[in-house]
């Protein structure tokens, strides 16, 4: 091999390598340049009320995709976290204004704020569990699963008030049942609270993610579930785990949002799944499972947070957004194609 061609080829793997990195660091690149981009172009847009008002958007977005991130990690998609946001907010709104009905008793119980939360928290993961189930008891696709628990928490959600709105959620003195709307308004230490629940469950799902043996076995499954399985993964319960890690994230938001609005409306939620699976996909994590990180999937919904908060700050029509969004995603997804190609041309070479 004469020297020039050596030099050339040398060159080129340089160049290749460089190009990697840039693709591996593509959704902090695309933070960055919508950041200075509306920085420029919407005069408001760079203030401390400004960015208090997108990192609370981007919370709820944020912690719907952490789940979301676990589930596509396993190779799997939930189609019925949206579902589940309006239906525990549902279940939450009628809980503080209706109380819990038992008719064979003759008795209504109230729950108190914290009781309230419990449950509702408990039906998202209820319904996270019964996707699981579907998934890998009965074989259904995710795809199918998920779409049909969609439905069926969406029809729950409207039955529970025919259709109608829960309002004014704040509770009453008599009933012990005040304080709700301290989850969506309320601060600590002078941060949003559902900040700081954005901030407490990211890193309690990046640790598990990335220091436990549980999460090794999330990625695992994705990797290869067959060779998983063969090395005593119980693939069977670590799927179910994450539906309902899904599904208690889901529910959260839908404690969150109903509290911001001191109201559950049961439409609320809706398409909120498809902005978690486009965080963790322009976050990095794999459709075809096995590979993305929980702190890609947040940069990713600071991604889709600010773009949407930039977009309607200079007058951009909703309609205009959604080309937008989807032309990111897209793109997104033919980086981590790109990505994937480059990495398997480096480890040949």
């Given at each position: 091999m004469s020297t020039a061609t050596a030099s050339a080829q040398s060159s080129a793997g340089g160049g290749q390598s460089a190009l990697l990195l840039l693709l591996k660091l593509r959704t902090f690149i695309a933070l960055i340049i919508v950041v200075v981009f509306f920085a420029l172009m919407a005069p408001n847009f760079v203030s401390v009320a400004n960015a208090v008002i997108v990192s609370k958007h981007v919370a709820i977005n944020a912690i719907l995709a952490i789940g979301m991130t676990y589930v596509i990690l396993t190779g799997g998609i939930d189609l019925s976290v949206g579902s589940i946001v309006g239906l525990t907010g549902m279940v939450a709104g009628g809980l503080l204004v209706h109380g819990l009905q038992l008719p064979m008793l003759g008795v209504v119980i109230y729950p108190n704020v914290i009781e309230v939360?419990?449950?509702?928290?408990?039906?998202?993961?209820?319904?996270?569990?019964?996707?699981?189930?579907?998934?890998?008891?009965?074989?259904?696709?995710?795809?199918?699963?998920?779409?049909?628990?969609?439905?069926?928490?969406?029809?729950?959600?409207?039955?529970?008030?025919?259709?109608?709105?829960?309002?004014?959620?704040?509770?009453?003195?008599?009933?012990?049942?005040?304080?709700?709307?301290?989850?969506?308004?309320?601060?600590?230490?002078?941060?949003?609270?559902?900040?700081?629940?954005?901030?407490?469950?990211?890193?309690?799902?990046?640790?598990?993610?990335?220091?436990?043996?549980?999460?090794?076995?999330?990625?695992?499954?994705?990797?290869?579930?067959?060779?998983?399985?063969?090395?005593?993964?119980?693939?069977?319960?670590?799927?179910?785990?994450?539906y309902m890690i899904s599904g208690f994230c889901a529910a959260v938001v839908g404690l969150i949002v109903s509290s911001q609005l001191v109201a559950s409306h049961p439409a609320s939620g809706e398409t909120f799944e498809l902005n978690a699976i486009a965080a963790a996909v322009l976050g990095g994590t794999s459709l075809s499972g096995g590979r993305g990180l929980i702190g890609g999937t947040i940069v990713g919904a600071f991604v889709i947070g600010v773009l949407s908060d930039g977009l309607v700050m200079m007058g951009v029509s909703e309609f205009w957004q959604m080309v937008i969004k989807g032309l990111v995603i897209i793109a997104a997804v033919v980086l981590d194609q790109l990505q994937r190609r480059l990495a398997a041309n480096s480890r040949q070479g």
């Open positions: 939360v419990l449950i509702a928290l408990g039906v998202g993961t209820a319904i996270g569990a019964i996707n699981g189930f579907l998934i890998t008891k009965l074989g259904v696709a995710p795809f199918i699963a998920t779409l049909g628990t969609l439905y069926v928490a969406r029809g729950s959600a409207l039955l529970l008030s025919g259709g109608a709105t829960f309002s004014n959620l704040v509770g009453k003195p008599e009933l012990g049942n005040q304080g709700y709307p301290f989850i969506g308004s309320g601060s600590i230490l002078g941060i949003p609270v559902s900040i700081v629940m954005l901030i407490v469950l990211a890193l309690i799902a990046a640790y598990v993610a990335q220091r436990t043996p549980f999460g090794r076995r999330v990625y695992a499954v994705g990797g290869n579930e067959r060779a998983a399985a063969l090395s005593g993964v119980r693939v069977d319960r670590i799927k179910i785990a994450v």
